[in-house]
């Protein structure tokens, strides 16, 4: 018993070691892109759902945060303040799904295949979910939604949503970057973001590194039908969402237990659906009904399911057609621990850059902020760190 256990830490603690300074670096580039676009800007980009509004969406929601139920709790307050409902489920899409970290990561664990696979797939899910929006989305449906909005029930992260901590002030970009204001508010930014995923992203690893040590793979070979190419095609897509549904773990922290699938026969397509998952799993089901009622969290669960699947579906055969799919039996499940080479090398370089945001981020009221996070809907947004703390 005790050697399974100390064999899937050992696996969590591996892959861990492998994905730190991405992490820190995505992260580090998202803080530094919220600092510079205010959340007012958003609301007013984003009030329909034309082609060029959604690319917007999709655009500014690449920039913000990549913790998926801090990205549920915006999209409402976006939807409460005037944006189309079409655009803030599609910012919500990309804020989870298209972030620099998760394809960096996805890139370390897995091969910049799934990278590549992830950007074509995730605006293609926001493409097909804009059309049955606009075929099955009823005016009176959508009308009781936005009443059950306002009634601004708590839902998760509240607090954190709700913060605007862009930099505002005179001056050229970099010049209000490089400023003391500037690091405060990126440090402040970067840290929240960390905090808000840091549960999911611990979880994920250790599922992760239990089902990596104690579930054999023959297992997941006979429940993705692995031993028949086609067949596999074909559930790949429409599995890995249910597994995502089934297993909790949302935001960054599906990706370890994504390698874990890929290893144990999930197809190409049904990777990158269980991937886009993330924003389907029960608690944040609970969470859609609190928010637009039950009638809404229904639609938004078909919708959302299918449009993960047809994307999944167009990446396993456009990827297959032009031989971009990687050899399966090739997967290997990072346990290797600490070695001297560039991951060690990054990791101290990045590690060092996050202590000191880190430090800046104690130093300016930073803990203060951090017990708002869970927060109240309805909140005052922040005024921004980089407007009070020097």
Known sequence: MWHGIRHALAIAGSMTWEITWALILGFALSAVVQAVVRRSTVVRLLGDDRPRTLALAAGLGMASSSCSYAAVA???????????????????????????????????????????????????M????????????????????????????????????????????????????????????????FVMEWAAILRDLVAGLL???AIAAWVPDAFWRTFFLADDPLAAKLIG???????????????????????????????????IAFIFADLLILPI?????????????????????????????????????????PDQARARIPGEGVRWNYTTWFNIA????????????????????????GGAPGREEHAGAGGQHH
């Open 350 to 373: 990045f590690l060092l850059l996050a202590a000191v945001l880190l430090v800046r981020f104690l130093r300016t009221g930073g803990l203060r902020m951090l017990r708002t996070m």
């Open 74 to 124: 915006l999209a409402r307050s976006l939807f409460r303040k005037g944006a189309d409902f079409t655009a803030a489920m599609a910012f919500e899409i990309a804020s989870t799904n298209l972030v620099v970290e998760l394809g960096v990561i996805l890139a370390l664990l897995m091969g910049w295949q799934f990278t590549l696979a992830e950007f074509v797939g995730g605006p293609l």
């Open 207 to 209: 599922i992760a590194g």
């Open 126 to 189: 926001i493409v097909v979910l804009a059309v049955l929006f606009r075929v099955l989305l009823r005016e009176g449906l959508l009308r009781r939604a936005r009443e059950q909005a306002e009634r601004g029930l708590a839902g998760s992260m509240e607090g954190h949503a709700a913060m605007d901590m862009s930099l505002g002030g005179e001056g050229g970009l970099f010049r209000r970057l490089l400023s003391r204001a500037g690091l405060t508010s990126v440090s402040h930014i």
């Open 285 to 325: 089901l609970t969470i859609y009904r609190k928010y637009y009622g039950a009638r809404m969290s229904l639609f938004l669960l078909g919708t959302f399911y299918a449009a993960m699947a047809v994307a999944g579906y167009v990446v396993e055969f456009v990827f297959g057609g032009l031989g971009l799919v």
């Open 237 to 271: 897509p429409l599995v890995g969402p249910l597994v995502a549904i089934a297993t909790f773990v949302c935001s960054i922290g599906n990706v370890p237990l994504a390698v874990v699938l890929w290893k144990g026969g999930i197809s190409f397509g049904g990777v």
